[in-house]
């Protein structure tokens, strides 16, 4: 083999190298289709009712599920005939038994039809995910209040991009999203996201949660791991109502 015949061998090999490296344009269409994995089938549910793989946590029959956030004991609030449960005024929080990481979640909340106060006193509690991030509940029709506040809010750091609540008194939907942070060594490598679907209308598009949502200072982000869904007691008679709470683990 001449010294030209050896290198124009080599080019050429380094050339096909490089082609499969940059991977050459299919040009069948099988070469971009796969059949593994297969996706694990899950029946709809009907009318409302959760999908066959989800964690009810809520059906109308007990609340077994939940424990009062102050003491663990038996969640104390009311459980109404129509399935539905309403905050016991100053009982406290409640939230789940179980622990969760990141899920989709499906939780029903109706603002008490008489109203009373305004502001943030009015028909205020509050789904937090990882017992940590709040998706703020609140009565705003006809009541302004600070837009990071608002219904839909996560609390204090995004404002809805929509207010999408149904007339006082009636059932809204919240579908959410969340994606939990991760932490390496006490610290946060990589944040949490919340994905928020209110009565049908996208109002938190995957935003980014920059930590706690206290009332008074600015997030925080201790390391934690799964933790219950936590529901808020605002104190102040709000008499919101939950139902059709159920959750799918998303990891
Ligand atoms: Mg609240």
Excluded: C
């Excluded at 971009?32 to 029946?43: A, G, L, R």
């Excluded at 409640?94 to 989709?104: H, L």
């Excluded at 997030?219 to 605002?234: F, I, S, V």
Aim: hydrophobic share 30%; no cysteine.
């Amino acid at each position: 083999m001449s010294k030209l015949t050896s290198k124009l061998l080599t080019l050429s090999l380094l050339f096909v190298g490089f082609m499969s490296a940059q991977e050459v344009e299919p040009t069948t269409p099988e070469e971009t289709e796969f059949y593994e994995p297969v996706p694990p089938k899950v029946t709809p549910g009907e009318n409302g009712a959760p999908p066959s793989d989800a964690i009810v946590l809520f059906d109308g029959t007990s609340l077994d599920k939940w424990i009062s956030s102050r003491d663990s004991t038996a969640a104390k609030w009311i459980l109404n005939e129509d399935g539905s449960m309403t905050v016991k005024d100053r009982t406290g929080d409640i939230q789940t038994k179980q622990n969760f990481g990141s899920v989709q979640l499906h939780i029903e909340w109706k603002s008490p039809a008489e109203v009373q106060r305004d502001g943030q006193n009015r028909g205020n509690s509050g789904v937090f995910l990882n017992n940590l991030y709040e998706v703020q509940v609140l009565d705003n029709n006809d009541n302004d209040t600070y837009v990071n506040g608002q219904v839909g809010s996560i609390y204090k750091q995004h404002v809805p991009l929509a207010m999408a609540s149904v007339p006082t008194g009636e059932w809204n939907t919240y579908d959410i999203i969340y994606h939990a942070p991760e932490f390496e060594k006490g610290q946060k490598v990589k944040s949490g996201t919340l994905t928020v679907i209110h009565n049908g209308v996208l109002i938190q598009d995957h935003v980014e949660i920059k930590g706690t949502t206290p009332y008074i200072g600015w997030p925080k982000n201790p390391p934690h791991g799964k933790g219950p869904l936590r529901l808020q007691d605002h104190g102040d008679n709000s008499r919101v109502s939950y139902r059709n709470i159920w959750v799918r683990e998303l990891e």
